[in-house]
């Protein structure tokens, strides 16, 4: 444990600052990129609706269980300290571990990958293969390929690491700024879509022949849930949100349900302008829709808007999820020098250049798809874990102080394992590489856990 006279993290996050994490971390790269994914898998608007609203009810019973355990236990590593607390420092280690190498750090450069995919918009010579590594790591087990493109996402993530690095304020304050401009921009899509005289109601009922069925319904889960990720990250900056107890259960409920409209509304409008062929047609829906509608005038715009967005997500995945690792090192069970915090900006410094330069090097593992699935199957794992913890601290932990208690408690938080545990078999089914790669990472942890556990235990 660190020593009480060393600098610590301070509450420089308000009420705004804890919404625009959720909101500005959830909307990110997903809404403008998965609906192709999604059509592909379950042939229909009608069927992309259902999916959209199976996640978002998903979504919303995780951040009902979640908001009991962030106003109980307000501490920075948000799940890490549950999975401590509920099942002892083994979970919480696999947690932290598997957030700082697959996780967290394949969400953010799989946020990385599509801000390039939209400037490519503008610069296609970002697409072009510039080399390989001759690693049996590629698609279908190949060599990977390197894109110019990855390396200027690569570029990005160092740059928000360095922002983040000079104090939670200037990332909260970042964060604020352009998660309004985004939800202002994505309202704009919204509002272009649905008044368009380009659009006809008719495109709600087209459709494309697919597989379909019981897992074609999964795969399009998995896609909705990648969009729909980064809820939790403003629990793990608990230890800096002024009045947490209110804030955080209102940050967490308040911005899924933002969320989860903006979503819908979105796919109104894309369906309206575009039938299902032309979005299963399209890498870039949103500015296919807006191209459609305005010329290229207009997709160049959503480009930009897209790219706002993502820059936003990635700035709080940073922000959020270098304090992982450092509460994994603050308890002894992680490099020592990642719990160091700076003494003038009092943040996690050597966690947040830890997370941003794994994080950058993952940019290189693969495609758009391929980094989200292996994000989104790591992290229902520990999803799963984190919503049963409620579960055990209710009865081995009664006396703890709950300020928030889970609507519809035992029944949200048990529903929402069964589909994480549903949804993870259905994942390493459909998608094994991306399964084994994150199941490979996590297991690696082991043997640095029991090292690091007898360190703890000397002391």
């Known amino acids: 444990m660190p020593d009480i006279q060393t600098p610590g993290l301070r509450r420089d996050l308000g009420l705004w600052g804890a919404v625009a994490i959720v909101v500005g971390t959830v909307i990110g790269s997903g809404i403008f990129l998965v609906p192709k994914a999604m059509i592909l898998n379950v042939g229909s608007p009608g069927m992309v609706f259902a999916v959209w609203i199976f996640g978002g009810i998903l979504t919303m019973f995780g951040a009902l269980t979640y908001a009991e355990l962030a106003a109980s236990l307000p501490e920075a590593g948000g799940e ?155 629990n793990m900056v608990s230890s800096e949100i002024r009045n947490p107890q209110r804030n955080l259960p209102l940050a967490l409920i308040g911005g899924v349900s933002l969320v989860v409209v903006i979503y819908l509304l979105t796919n109104l409008a894309y369906f309206y302008v575009l039938s299902g062929s032309e979005v299963a047609a399209s890498d870039r829906v949103a500015a296919a829709m807006m191209r459609k509608v305005m010329g290229q005038g207009g997709a160049n715009a959503i480009s930009i808007a897209a790219m706002i967005s993502i820059f936003a997500a990635l700035n709080g995945s940073i922000l959020s999820g270098a304090r992982v690792p450092y509460a994994l090192a603050r308890d002894g069970y992680f490099f020592k020098p990642v719990a160091r915090v700076h003494p003038e900006f009092h943040t996690p410094g050597v966690a947040v250049a830890l997370l941003s330069l794994w994080s950058a090097l993952l940019v290189l593992s693969g495609r758009y798809e391929q980094l989200y699935t292996m994000a989104i199957f790591s992290s229902w794992i520990l999803y799963a874990m984190a919503a049963a913890s409620v579960l055990v601290l209710r009865r081995t932990q009664p006396a703890l102080h709950r300020p928030y208690r889970t609507l519809g408690y035992p029944v949200v938080p048990i529903l929402f394992v069964l589909v994480a545990i549903t949804l993870l078999v259905q994942t390493m089914r459909t998608y094994p590489r991306e399964s084994i790669l994150g199941l490979v990472f996590i297991l690696a942890g082991l043997p640095f856990y029991f090292h690091w556990k007898r360190r703890v235990l000397v002391k």
Not at 117 to 133: D, H, M, S
Not at 195 to 211: D, F, H, L, M, W
Not at 224 to 230: C, F, N, Q, T, V
């Open 80 to 234: 890490y300290v549950y999975l401590r607390e509920a099942y002892g420092p083994f979970f919480g280690f696999l947690y932290g571990w598997t957030q700082t190498w697959v996780a967290k750090s394949a969400s953010i450069a799989t946020l990385a990958t599509a801000f390039f995919y939209y400037l490519a918009n503008f610069l296609p010579q970002l697409e072009k293969v510039v080399g390989t590594i001759p690693i049996p790591l590629g698609e279908n087990w190949g060599p990977l390929e390197i894109r110019s493109g990855q390396l200027l996402a690569m570029a990005v993530i160092l740059f928000l690491a360095v922002v983040n690095y000079f104090g939670v304020k200037l990332g909260g304050g970042v964060q604020i700024v352009v998660t309004i401009v985004k939800v202002v921009l994505i309202f704009a899509i919204i509002v272009i879509g649905l008044s368009s005289g380009q659009g006809s109601t008719a495109n709600y009922t087209t459709s494309i022949p697919v597989a379909g069925g019981f897992s074609g319904f999964f795969a399009a889960l998995v896609a909705a849930l990648w969009a729909y990720d980064g809820w939790n990250n403003v």
